[in-house]
């Protein structure tokens, strides 16, 4: 025994050994640009070694490709800068080679005045032609915040790799390399009408990379840029659903092909989470109106005027609503007019005149383009034409919903988490703090005509601020179309990218019924915007009375609009209807301020079919709380119904019993099919 421990001992002392096995590294010249398929001269291959701890110890590098010598370099320790030293491999060394299979870094030790008896072989790893995931992960994705890169990068020029193939050197034609990414679906993500799931993130590119290197869900690496390290985007996807966080595996994969020849290999998988910060804000104002803002303050707005209800603050969306007396007590909106990028949609039912509030609306819906169609707009036709729903690239989506049998509209803005914090106007700041919002009491009237639109700012006659293409959030650094990032759902089943693609774009994702998109027969019928000349539009603007003010109104101590009346009356047909009572029961839904309109609009109207609008108000923020729910369609397990359902089968219009569509369809999940009008 003590024998062979002397025989390895002496064996060990014979050689100095490396503290770690040398290292080949890739090394790009600076600012390097390929100037064709042969250019070598931009990069060399670095073989770092760190030095043994004896001090007279030798050193002999080879670099071996192919199992072959190519070069020899020798050190001492003088070599040696902070303990390392190296050797470099130019690329035109490698020129001449139709093959690369594996090149190799191998270091002879030595001890000073030994070496040509004693020799110890210390090689590298390998070095192949092929692509390195650089980015191990795991990544964490917000919804409506950061991007996160996936960082990879070839090790050798794309004709090595493509030769490393034995079935592609058979093929004939250009070898094309391309690495790409796709997520994980699991059966719980949330799915479109046509049963299309819906990824929880999305990929798209720098915005720097040039359109020949993209392709869906990845990008070619070329001759000339394989030296790089090339970048995918990875971003949550905006989907208006206050749900879990989720982890999904996002596999990396290598793609080369000649032809109909396609040889695949996964590279890396790296988890990713995406974490939700959806918090379920909306807007509203119903009636004559009563205002509730992305925070929840409350207020009532008896202005006349074209008003700010929302603005983004970095990025060319708003909201206008055009306000007139509807009883002469109080002021309700009839026209909203919506601007998404430069382009505008008016939703009018009471047109430029002043018009008697009671009677049939017509609702009328205009387009005013500005060259193509912001790209991730998206308008929408629900119940036989008396909703329509708005959807902003961001993901955020306007509601407009015609009064029965009354020029007045509903208006609610379900605010994407994209734009929490970017917001001003009457629906505040969506920033949590609901003591901001506004300054006046319940009626605050000053505070209101702060957003009073001059006339040179209305969107009545469409948007003459023609875009550049360059508004895009700080965030999006990512590839963009006409201003607009563009990212892909990608799986196993589906590659498809366009602008926008970061938001849920499907009409019923949050599987509340599919509605009418009407977005390509309004670009048939689009306007140009008017007035844009310097002088006045070719039409009628709205006519306001700016000097409306109401005046005081008090209850009548007797009939059948008396205060108690009323109030029983309010709460019977919100809280104490079927809707009411199973969204308090099943969604924990509250109607405070839908009762307090009610109430508030039969006092001012002198009757009690002014509670409609709140009753219609109550009806869509039930409606709402449902659409934000992670799950409503199908049975909560096998055999058993989910509850959900019965509430969204109640939830459309209906004068005396919820769910009716008054005749005019069936209703499901909130939405009447099979009508015409109601």
Not at 398 to 426: C, F, P
Not at 546 to 561: A, D, Q, R
Request: glycine letters at 10%; one cysteine or more.
């Amino acid at each position: 025994m003590h024998v062979h421990i002397f025989a390895i001992l002496l064996f060990a002392s014979e050689y100095p050994s490396l503290p770690k096995l040398p290292e080949i590294q890739l090394v790009r010249k600076e600012n390097a640009t390929a100037n064709g398929t042969d250019d070598f001269s931009i990069f060399s291959l670095k073989c770092e070694v760190s030095t043994a701890k004896e001090t007279n110890a030798n050193y002999e590098l080879q670099w071996v490709i192919n199992g072959a010598v190519s070069k020899t370099n020798t050190f001492t320790l003088t070599d040696a800068l902070d303990g390392k030293f190296q050797s470099l491999l130019s690329g035109d060394s490698l020129k001449t080679f139709q093959k690369i299979d594996q090149i190799v870094c191998r270091v002879y030790t030595c001890f000073e005045g030994k070496c040509t008896t004693f020799r110890c072989p210390t090689e590298s790893l390998p070095y192949k032609p092929g692509v390195n995931v650089l980015t191990n992960g795991p990544l964490t994705v917000t919804e409506g915040g950061n991007v996160e890169y996936i960082k990879f990068t070839a090790t050798l020029p794309p004709r090595f790799i493509c030769a490393s193939s034995e079935t592609l050197t058979l093929a004939n034609g250009t070898c094309e390399i391309t690495v790409f990414g796709l997520l994980g679906i699991e059966s719980g993500d949330r799915k479109c009408s046509d049963g299309t799931s819906i990824p929880q993130a999305v990929i798209g590119w720098p915005h720097s990379y040039v359109d020949d290197v993209i392709v869906p869900c990845g990008m070619k690496v070329t001759e000339t840029n394989w030296f790089m390290v090339l970048q995918l985007a990875v971003k949550a996807k905006v989907d208006l659903i206050k749900d879990s966080n989720y982890k999904r595996q996002l596999t990396i994969s290598q793609k080369l092909s000649i032809g109909s020849v396609k040889i695949t290999r996964h590279l890396k998988i790296i988890e990713v989470t995406v974490t939700n910060m959806d918090r379920g804000l909306s807007c509203s104002a119903s009636g004559d109106p009563h205002y509730s803002t992305f925070d929840g303050a409350y207020f009532d707005n008896y202005i006349e005027g074209e008003l700010v209800m929302f603005r983004h603050k970095t990025l060319p969306y708003a909201v206008h609503t055009f306000q007139r007396q509807c009883n002469h007590r109080a002021a309700c909106h009839c026209i909203i007019a919506i601007r998404s990028g430069d382009d505008v949609i008016v939703i009018d039912s009471c047109g430029p005149d002043r018009t008697p509030v009671l009677r049939t609306p017509q609702i009328e819906v205009r387009l005013y383009l500005n060259g193509d169609l912001t790209p991730g707009t998206k308008i929408e036709q629900y119940n036989g034409g008396t909703t329509y729903k708005v959807r902003l690239p961001t993901g955020t989506v306007i509601q407009v919903q015609g009064g029965r049998g009354w020029i007045y509209m509903n208006t609610a803005i379900y605010l994407s988490v994209a734009d929490y914090g970017q917001t001003e106007g009457m629906c505040g700041s969506a920033d949590g703090n609901r003591g901001n919002d506004f300054v006046g009491g319940r009626m605050p009237a000053d505070w209101i005509k702060t957003w009073r639109v001059e006339q040179k700012d209305s969107l009545y006659f469409g948007s003459c601020k023609k875009l550049v293409t360059t508004s895009v959030p700080s965030d999006h650094q990512t590839s963009v179309v006409a201003g607009y990032p563009t990212y892909c759902d990608c799986t196993s089943d589906m590659q498809t990218c366009a602008p926008g693609r970061d938001v849920v774009s499907c009409a019923s994702s949050t599987s509340t019924g599919k509605g009418n998109d009407i977005t390509s027969m309004l670009l048939t019928q689009a306007l140009l915007p008017l007035g844009c000349d310097g002088g006045p539009p070719a039409g009628k603007r709205p006519v306001f009375d700016l000097e409306f003010s109401p005046k005081p109104v008090t209850w009548p101590s007797t009939g059948p609009i008396t205060k108690p009346k009323v109030e029983e009356h309010c709460r019977l047909k919100i809280e104490g209807s079927i809707v009411g009572r199973l969204c308090g029961r099943l969604l924990n839904v509250t109607f405070h301020m839908q009762i307090e309109g009610c109430i508030e609009d039969v006092k001012i109207g002198g009757a009690l079919v002014w509670a409609r609008a709140s009753i219609d108000a109550a009806l869509e923020k039930c409606k709402g709380v449902l659409e934000g729910k992670e799950h409503i369609q199908g049975p909560d397990s096998p055999g058993k119904e989910n509850p959900l359902v019965e509430i969204g089968d109640k939830l459309c219009p209906g004068d005396e019993t919820e769910g009716t569509c008054n005749g005019h369809g069936t209703c499901r999940l909130g939405m009447c099919y099979g009508c015409t009008a109601l």
